[in-house]
């Protein structure tokens, strides 16, 4: 049996090496993608429109990507139809990230799928981890979100600004706070 790749581990939420060339040249990739994402004028619709359609790994259709935006890699974000992300997003898509249909992002929300090991000399070794995170159909996420690796947001959902989401969400509630937690069921 073949030995995984470092990209193969990191997508099996196994300890991975981040340094990794594969993984550097993917990245490399996806930061010139953003660069030209991110310095584009105003005016510049359809040059965003396609950096990003070439950055996301699947895109429905009618997006809208604010500058800035910021990932790893890009090509593990999976997103539906009519998604919205405000300006200074950050996607860490060391893992999948999965965002349904009608998916808004207010400005500066978070989704990390990268985390480090707890025990101090295994975080010393270098090795990381990420695990992916999914989110429903019809979700709003207010401005500030934290998004916690291995999260799963059902749909229906809205989850106020400020929160930070470190377990799942299911559908069709309001939740907030840090923790978040449920605060009304629809």
């Given amino acids: 049996m073949k030995p995984k790749t470092e990209r193969e581990k990191m997508l099996a939420n196994e300890l ?12 490399t990739d996806a930061y010139q993608l953003l660069h030209a994402h991110n310095t584009s004028l105003p005016s510049e ?23 800035p935006f ?3 890699y890009g ?12 300006f200074d997003c950050t996607i860490l898509d060391c893992n ?9 992002l207010g400005p500066k929300v978070q989704i990390y799928t990268a985390y480090h090991p707890i025990e101090p000399e295994l975080r010393r070794s270098g090795k990381e981890l990420a695990a992916p995170v999914v989110i429903g159909d019809n979700v ?29 969400i299911p559908s069709n509630v309001v ?8 605060i009304k069921s629809l």
């Fill in 140 to 168: 709003w996420l207010g401005g500030g979100v934290i998004v916690c690796p291995g999260v799963s947001i059902g749909s229906n959902v809205t989850i106020g600004a400020g929160s930070v989401v470190v377990k799942d």
């Fill in 70 to 72: 910021y990932c790893d």
């Fill in 175 to 182: 939740a907030a706070g840090n923790p978040c937690r449920v």
């Fill in 45 to 67: 619709v359809d040059k965003r429109r396609s950096t990003i359609l070439k950055l996301f790994g699947k895109l429905g259709s009618d997006f809208v990507v604010r500058p």
């Fill in 96 to 104: 999948t990230v999965h965002l349904g249909d009608d998916v808004l």
């Fill in 75 to 86: 090509c593990h974000i999976f997103a539906g139809d009519r998604l919205y992300l405000n």
């Fill in 16 to 27: 991975y090496w981040a340094s990794d060339a594969e993984l550097t040249q993917l990245q």
